[in-house]
């Protein structure tokens, strides 16, 4: 992989963004804010406070995480998978000398981006309305970046294996869906059976949450756990996204 191609595969998805940005906003940026809005006065009626916490601080640093996961994984999902097989930019790609490495690298880094502009957009929100204790959220920006790349590695791999886009429907119900209910966005998992929160263990959102929660009540080394799992998924989960492509792009 060569840091230059990349780059340059990731600003052609930028320049493209700048142009289309205002149709994916409302998915990417106002759903979040809908949920924010409903749960947090709807659910926050009837449900006061949680350890402590006014229920509507308790979802903001949730909502946060989750939007940057929902940008990263509908961009690489669908959008990767458009790219590749209907508007053959792949293809108009690897005629040039960037390599296919490059290629799932300016991807990946393109999907982390989008994780951290989302988010960060999520984090002026809530913090304009006074739903965080701290202003250290902001510092868990560059980790919105990192569990993006888990989010696109994950999202790329789909694309890789998928026969077709209908079957990224399995993706998002199996996946994606179930780590945006059971990750303690919107209740503490020890309320659950003690297997939920074993699995939620696995799941990438359930440690962003953690870590996006920890840097909203200014509290850094509760969250060194959360981020150490990250890093590791990230590394651990880099080589399959460039493998898997590579057959799906050659076949």
Not at 36 to 47: D, E, T
Not at 211 to 220: E, K, N, Q, W
Request: proline share 5%; hydrophobic share 55%.
């Amino acid at each position: 992989m060569r840091i230059k191609s990349a780059y340059r595969v990731w600003q052609r998805n930028l320049t493209v963004y700048t142009k289309l940005y205002k149709s994916s906003i409302v998915f990417n940026f106002v759903e979040p804010m809908l949920y924010l809005v409903a749960l947090g006065f709807g659910m926050g009626a009837f449900v006061k406070e949680i350890n402590g916490t006014p229920y509507m601080n308790f979802i903001a640093p949730g909502i946060m995480a989750s939007s940057s996961m929902f940008a990263t994984v509908s961009e690489c999902t669908y959008g990767t998978y458009v790219r590749m097989t209907y508007q053959k930019t792949f293809d108009a790609i690897l005629a040039t000398p960037v390599h296919i490495s490059d290629l799932v690298a300016g991807e990946l880094m393109w999907g982390a981006t989008k994780s951290m502009l989302y988010g960060t957009i999520v984090a002026l929100v809530i913090s304009a309305f006074g739903l965080v204790d701290s202003s250290m959220i902001f510092l868990a920006v560059p980790l919105l970046f990192l569990s993006g790349l888990i989010f696109a590695e994950t999202a790329v791999i789909a694309v890789a294996v998928v026969p077709g886009i209908d079957s990224f429907s399995y993706f998002f119900t199996l996946l994606v869906t179930p780590s945006f209910l059971f990750s303690g966005i919107f209740f503490p998992l020890d309320t659950l059976p003690p297997v939920v929160a074993k699995i939620a263990y696995f799941t990438p959102l359930y440690h962003l949450v953690n870590v996006c929660r920890s840097f909203a009540a200014g509290s850094i080394g509760a969250a060194a756990g959360d981020i150490i799992w990250l890093l590791a998924a990230a590394a651990l989960l880099a080589p399959y996204p460039f493998r898997l492509m590579r057959k799906r792009i050659i076949k």
